[in-house]
Every structure is written in C-alpha cells, then in structure tokens.
C-alpha cells in the first residue's frame, strides 16, 4: 500500500522540498543540477485510495520548435518511460504511474518509484527535440567522456 505521508517522506530523503495543494496534490519544482537544461521541471504527485501513485512532470516555459505530436510519438517509441503526451494548452507532459497493490517496503517506494519518477523526466526533457541521430551520437559522447 502507498500513502501521500510515505510519498512525503521520501521527498524529505532525497532533499527535495514540495507543496501539498489545495487539491490534494504534491508539487516538486527543481532544476537540473547540471544545468543541461535551462527550465524547471515541476511533477505533480497524487496518491489515490493508497494503491496507485502518479507523477506528471512538465517543464514551464519549455515550449520546442516543431511538431510535438511527432516529437512526443517519437519519444514514447523510443523510451518506455515517462509516457508522453501534449495537454490541451500545448504543454508537454511526461507521466508515470504505479499500482502497489500489495505491501512494499519503505525503501522500495523511495528507490524504484520516487526518486526515478523525479530524475528520470528531466533526461526526457533534455532529449525530446533530438532525433534517433542525434540522441544516438549524445550517449555515444557521453560513454566516451
């Protein structure tokens, strides 16, 4: 099972701060630490009926020139996750979400379902504009460094 207090705590281990919303939801705002990315990421975390958790990440003001139809089509056949997809404003939006419908230890949640939804949005981020070519010579790059 899974509660907003779990999600909370391990928000306050990996040193993040947040808001709890009026509505009910957690908001995490960061920016990369690397400073590869030039724009917040914010993901919005809600817990329903303590079995399934959400995340929904969006990175304000990030607003990539071309078809983001094609760009977030390209991004979910590429990357199983966050899944992808354009809002009705044009926002980009990368989601997660897990049912844990049987009991889990505190250190799983915050290992395999907390911190990669947090960190793992702003790769998507970083390389949604970026074409197989392109993505493909970034980590061929990267694993020589």
Same mark, same amino acid.
């Given at each position: 099972m %899974?509660?907003?207090d779990?999600i909370?705590?391990c ?7 947040? /808001? ?6 957690? &908001? ?7 400073? &590869?990315? /030039?724009?917040? +990421? ?9 079995r ?6 969006? &990175? ?8 983001l139809?094609?760009?977030a089509?390209?991004?979910?056949c ?6 992808c997809? +354009? /809002?009705?404003?044009?926002? %980009?939006?990368m989601?997660r ?5 049987s #009991? ?5 949640i ?7 939804? +947090?960190?793992?949005? %702003?790769g &998507?981020?970083?390389?949604? #504009?970026?074409?197989?070519? #392109?993505?493909?010579a970034? %980590? ?6």
């Amino acid at each position: 099972m %899974i509660s907003k207090d779990i999600i909370k705590e391990c928000l306050e281990i990996l040193e993040f701060n947040y /808001d709890e919303l009026d509505n009910g939801l957690l &908001a995490v705002g960061f920016f990369d630490d690397e400073g &590869a990315f /030039d724009y917040q +990421i914010v993901t919005f975390i809600e817990v329903d009926n303590e079995r399934m958790v959400s995340f929904s990440s969006r &990175a304000p003001g990030y607003h990539p020139d071309g078809d983001l139809l094609e760009m977030a089509n390209r991004h979910n056949c590429r990357c199983h996750t966050p899944c992808c997809h +354009i /809002d009705s404003d044009g926002e %980009i939006v990368m989601d997660r979400c897990f049912v844990i419908d049987s #009991e889990v230890s505190p250190q799983y949640i915050l290992e395999n379902v907390v911190s990669p939804s +947090i960190h793992i949005p %702003i790769g &998507a981020f970083m390389n949604f #504009e970026l074409s197989d070519s #392109e993505l493909e010579a970034r %980590i061929n790059s990267s694993e020589n460094e």
